[in-house]
């Protein structure tokens, strides 16, 4: 019985329609700058031109705020002259992002 039920429950969940994933707005999250940074990086490292990039990009970012920030990132990881890591670009754009964000300390 309990497996009649998990199959249809699985069948049901496989049945409904695939929607598009809509994407989050990233503008001022540290951690997801970070990621996308390091998904940049990646796409670089595997040969992915800058246009494809800028492509990818404007296809899943529609907050204007958030393809500003992920063109300027994609723009400053190609222009690079060695290919960053994911990990480095994740790492350095994290930093840069929460130093921007720190509030400021009362004096």
């Known amino acids: 019985m309990k497996r009649a039920v998990a199959a249809a429950v699985l069948a049901a969940c496989l049945a409904q329609p695939s929607t598009q994933a809509l994407a989050q707005t990233v503008a001022d999250q540290c951690f997801a700058i970070g990621d996308i940074a390091g998904q940049v990086a990646s796409w670089r490292r595997h040969k992915k031109t ?12 529609k907050n204007e705020s958030d393809r500003q920030a992920v063109t300027a990132m994609i723009e400053r990881i190609y222009s ?3 290919a960053m890591t ?4 994740s790492m350095l754009f994290t ?7 720190k509030p400021a300390t009362a004096q």
């Open 80 to 82: 690079s002259p060695e």
């Open 86 to 89: 994911p990990d480095q670009a």
């Open 50 to 61: 800058k246009d494809q990039a800028l492509t990818q990009a404007q296809k899943y970012y």
């Open 95 to 101: 930093q840069e992002c929460a130093k921007h964000n």
